[in-house]
């Protein structure tokens, strides 16, 4: 089962079961399985993120992250793990594989207008402030 790793945690450690360990290759991805299945409330998903220690020490990331699983899924959560490091990464059965941060969320509705309010930073988009 899923666990937090110390009280404080936002995310729970989720772990790869596997029949026999999983290679990843530089740049290769895979999907890896977890036999967890759940049964969220309506109005919450479950963000499948990244692991620091294993970005940082490894090279292995989650892909599509965060992903979402929506409380209408039933299917097993799987993790699309990929290795960006430049040496081969092998998973063992058990090994924590990402972080699962279970969050509220609120439905939207949406209207047409003609035109939007006005703001300061209007249509700024992508580095519109600068990097200082």
């Given at each position: 089962m899923?666990?937090?790793?110390?009280?404080?945690s936002?995310?729970?450690?989720l772990?790869?079961w596997l029949?026999?360990?999983?290679?990843?290759?530089?740049?290769?991805?895979?999907?890896?399985?977890?036999?967890?299945y759940?049964a969220?409330?309506?109005?919450?998903?479950?963000?499948?993120?990244?692991r620091?220690?294993?970005?940082?020490?490894?090279?292995l990331?989650?892909?599509?992250?965060?992903g979402t699983?929506?409380?209408?899924y039933r299917?097993?959560?799987?993790?699309i793990?990929?290795n960006?490091?430049?040496?081969?990464?092998t998973?063992?059965?058990?090994?924590?594989i990402?972080q699962?941060?279970?969050?509220?969320?609120?439905?939207?509705?949406?209207?047409?207008?003609?035109?939007?309010?006005?703001?300061?930073?209007?249509?700024g988009?992508?580095?519109?402030?600068?990097?200082?």
């Amino acid at each position: 089962m899923p666990q937090y790793g110390t009280p404080l945690s936002a995310g729970m450690d989720l772990r790869a079961w596997l029949s026999e360990p999983v290679t990843l290759q530089p740049l290769e991805r895979a999907m890896i399985h977890t036999g967890i299945y759940m049964a969220l409330p309506e109005g919450y998903e479950c963000q499948v993120r990244p692991r620091s220690g294993l970005a940082l020490k490894r090279g292995l990331t989650v892909l599509n992250t965060p992903g979402t699983i929506d409380a209408d899924y039933r299917g097993e959560v799987c993790v699309i793990l990929a290795n960006l490091g430049n040496e081969p990464q092998t998973i063992e059965d058990g090994e924590r594989i990402c972080q699962l941060v279970v969050a509220r969320h609120e439905k939207v509705e949406w209207i047409p207008v003609e035109q939007l309010d006005e703001t300061e930073r209007g249509a700024g988009g992508f580095g519109h402030t600068g990097t200082k």
